[in-house]
């Protein structure tokens, strides 16, 4: 339990490196005024962050996932693997049950961490230097949310991330399996690598997929207020008002960033995780061939970082 900890970490970090600035761009797109909208597309948007913001606005509201990274990937890791465990087969069905039941818990954490990335990311919108900062970092954020809103306003947001996270991180699981299992990922394949980037990125392109239209909602309802006026009364209220106002288009705003942002988080996330723990169980298990195939052995190995938010 203590090396899959070490491990998604390790590769949780990787991937939050990688894919933050494409993030920021998601949410940017997700929420920006339709009326007044300040760009016009994914690689306008980053264009225009770069230009107006410098390359650190990309990184706006970072602190908060690298934060609660260790947190997630702790209870998602000991979760997964302990229902696992309690299912006793490795099957495809297990392992959507398995991730599905991991995602469903560490929403606790995900909920806040992503709700202040989401108003660290909106704030100085536009602004090379910000002349009025709401927050000055991810915990003063959730620190002045709690205060003024107490644990509901921590928890804005919840019921959406529940609804996106529980059957996201099942496909997650169930894709990586699928796919590992298919391209018979061995320890001895020269190919194994370039296999496990593969399985792990087209894995975070399914969840994202599967689930974006509920990302929306969960934005727009956790960036609301931060100019200091709400819009929205609830979920309902939310998809009632984008859809009147924007069409059926609205749950795929910002999709194209998301996915550019998905294949390279999760492919870099499982290939670092994969080679971390090989190395460091090498000495541990020598005779780890002689249980099940190595495809199959392979799974437990892989745990999984959010697909959602890093």
Not at 244 to 259: A, D, N, Q
Request: hydrophobic share 40%.
């Amino acid at each position: 339990m203590a090396l899959d900890f070490a491990a998604g970490c390790v590769g949780g970090a990787a991937g939050v490196l990688v894919g933050h600035p494409f993030d920021t761009v998601k949410v940017r797109l997700q929420v920006q005024n339709v009326d007044k909208p300040l760009y016009r597309g994914t690689f306008h948007c980053f264009q225009s962050i770069i230009r107006q913001e410098s390359a650190l606005g990309l990184y706006k509201g970072i602190g908060s996932p690298m934060m609660g990274l260790t947190f997630i990937n702790a209870i998602v890791f000991g979760v997964q693997g302990n229902t696992m465990r309690m299912l006793g087969r490795d099957t495809p069905l297990n392992q959507f049950l398995a991730g599905a039941s991991a995602g469903a818990i560490q929403c606790v954490i995900c909920c806040p961490m992503e709700l202040a990335k989401t108003r660290m990311q909106m704030q100085g919108t536009g602004e090379k230097k910000s002349k009025r900062k709401m927050y000055k970092n991810s915990l003063d954020c959730l620190v002045r949310i709690y205060r003024k809103e107490g644990i509901r306003g921590i928890n804005c947001g919840m019921v959406t991330t529940l609804v996106r996270e529980t059957p996201g991180f099942g496909v997650y699981f169930l894709t990586y399996d699928v796919l590992t299992r298919s391209l018979g990922c061995e320890p001895e394949d020269p190919y194994m690598i370039p296999k496990l980037l593969f399985a792990g990125g087209m894995s975070g392109i399914a969840s994202w997929i599967s689930t974006y239209p509920v990302d929306v909602i969960k934005s727009r309802l956790q960036a609301d207020g931060v100019g200091g006026v709400k819009h929205y009364n609830g979920i309902m209220d939310c998809v009632r008002k984008s859809v009147r106002k924007e069409g059926w288009r609205v749950f795929t705003r910002g999709l194209t960033s998301t996915l550019l942002r998905a294949f390279p988080v999760n492919a870099t996330t499982f290939a670092t995780v994969t080679l971390f723990l090989m190395y460091m169980r090498q000495g541990e298990e020598c005779s780890i061939q002689g249980s099940e195939p190595q495809s199959v052995q392979l799974q437990p190995l892989q745990p999984q970082t959010q697909p959602t938010s890093m």
